[in-house]
């Protein structure tokens, strides 16, 4: 990887700790973006007092809910930085995120490293709760950030592997849990996959205008699946721990790793779909291989008001 692009993992014991390993490069700072929980960018600004005016914070529950969606942020980010020394806090991993979050957490730093390594200087610091986290997610950071910091100390990470290796390290997404709802797309109209898809998200309590963002995300996946993978595919539904999961199968393959991380030009860009897709969606998932490709969008059921 080039040395433009500073990529650090940053770990904490303590809201004290917290602060003072992120305080110096975000004075130093001539244009910063902090992309954390409303409760830590609340110390951070009480940190910076009257310097906070000049940083721009951003709630990551929200930006981060797809952690698909945080690459897109740094990159209009960048492009409207400031000259000078250009610095991004992002927190994509706290406690409570679920199982398939976390894996995608976890291939999104890795991802980080393709996005900007060897572009234009900036420096990325991402911040682990060390108290908090399990040891395989504090040990999936070491292996995503070439710098660490750890008790005042930053050094380079000897335990750093490069993209194409952690990638590879996820295969296949695991089973449904459950027996799943299954509708064949070969020679199928785009409108029985949104009917499909509806009548489910209905049935497991999710409302409008979810349901519609929902129904649009699978019709995007079912209509590429139709167009480039001559309609031989497979649409599958089922409910897992309060989320509705949706899968769009077929035998294409998705050559770049980044796709639907790079904002499309025009709605001709082949990147459109899985744009739309990863912003519609609370979390995506997405495997690719010669042999084909699996996409899983996942909406959470609200709970009745």
């Known amino acids: 990887m080039g040395s433009g692009f500073h990529h650090e993992a940053v770990f904490y014991a303590s809201d004290e700790e917290y602060v003072a390993a992120l305080m110096p490069d975000l004075r130093a700072a001539a244009t910063a973006l902090v992309a954390v929980s409303d409760g830590k960018a609340a110390l951070l600004r009480a940190a910076l007092g009257a310097d906070a005016d000049r940083v721009r914070f951003t709630d990551m529950e929200a930006l981060g809910r797809n952690p698909a969606c945080i690459i897109p942020a740094?990159?209009?980010f960048l492009a409207g930085a400031d000259p000078g020394p250009r610095l991004g806090i992002g927190e994509p991993v706290w406690p409570g995120r679920?199982?398939?979050e976390l894996i995608e957490c976890r291939r999104h730093e890795s991802l980080l490293n393709l996005a900007f390594g060897g572009g234009d200087p900036w420096r990325l610091l991402c911040p682990y709760?060390?108290?908090?986290l399990s040891a395989d997610v504090l040990a999936d950071a070491r292996r995503n950030h070439p710098h660490v910091s750890e008790a005042g100390a930053r050094r380079p990470c000897a335990d750093y592997l490069e993209p194409p290796v952690m990638l590879a390290r996820d295969g296949r997404l695991p089973p449904p849990p459950t027996r799943p709802a299954e509708l064949d797309l070969t020679g199928a109209d785009p409108?029985?996959?949104r009917r499909f898809v509806a009548e489910r998200a209905r049935t497991?309590?999710?409302r409008e205008p979810r349901l519609s963002d929902?129904?649009?995300?699978?019709?995007?996946?079912?209509?590429n699946t139709m167009r480039h993978a001559a309609g031989n595919g497979r649409l599958r539904v089922w409910l897992q721990h309060g989320t509705l999961v949706c899968e769009v199968a077929d035998g294409g393959h998705v050559a770049d790793p980044l796709a639907g991380r790079g904002r499309p030009s025009d709605a001709r860009d082949s990147g459109r779909g899985l744009w739309m897709v990863n912003?519609?969606?609370?979390l995506v998932q997405l495997r690719t291989a010669p042999t084909g490709t699996v996409v899983r969008v996942h909406m959470h059921?609200?709970?009745p008001a």
Do not use: K
């Open 74 to 76: 740094w990159r209009e």
């Open 98 to 100: 679920s199982d398939a």
């Open 129 to 132: 709760d060390a108290r908090a």
């Open 191 to 193: 409108w029985l996959a």
């Open 204 to 206: 497991a309590g999710i």
């Open 214 to 223: 929902l129904v649009l995300a699978v019709n995007e996946l079912a209509t």
């Open 279 to 282: 912003h519609l969606c609370d």
């Open 301 to 303: 059921v609200e709970p």
